[in-house]
Nanobody, 118 residues
Framework: VQLQAFGGGLVQAGDFLRLSCAASGLTFSRYDLGWFRQAPGKERESVATLTWRGGTIYYADSVKGRFTISRDNAKNTVYLQMSSLKPEDTAVYYC????????????WGQGTLVTVSS
């Protein structure tokens, strides 16, 4: 299983950005998906997750109403649409996936850096 994240960059506060993560080597539709982030000097945190059926979505309180996670099973891709970005959203963003019955995220992408300037 391989995951490759795209779309990070340097933006200004208030801007929007869309991250993409392309997956290969798995039956994508049977996997839960998630976006996580790690800011400098902080632990990695969950940002948004989406179940294999797309029916249960979790968002961290800090991103609710600003970020949207979605999946395109035809393209084996998961997206994170981010709007109203804040400097505190600056982090390396990772996509991850797990088989729907697994309890832990087994596979991780390489990360993409998002930097939000004030």
């Amino acid at each position: 299983v391989q995951l490759q994240a795209f779309g990070g960059g340097l933006v200004q506060a208030g801007d929007f950005l869309r991250l993409s993560c392309a997956a290969s080597g798995l039956t994508f539709s049977r996997y839960d998906l998630g976006w996580f982030r790690q800011a400098p000097g902080k632990e990695r945190e969950s940002v948004a997750t989406l179940t294999w059926r797309g029916g249960t979505i979790y968002y961290a309180d800090s991103v609710k109403g600003r970020f949207t996670i979605s999946r395109d099973n035809a393209k084996n891709t998961v997206y994170l649409q981010m709007s109203s970005l804040k400097p505190e959203d600056t982090a390396v963003y990772y996509c991850a996936t797990k088989y729907f019955v697994s309890s832990e995220y087994d596979y991780w992408g390489q990360g993409t850096l998002v930097t939000v300037s004030s």
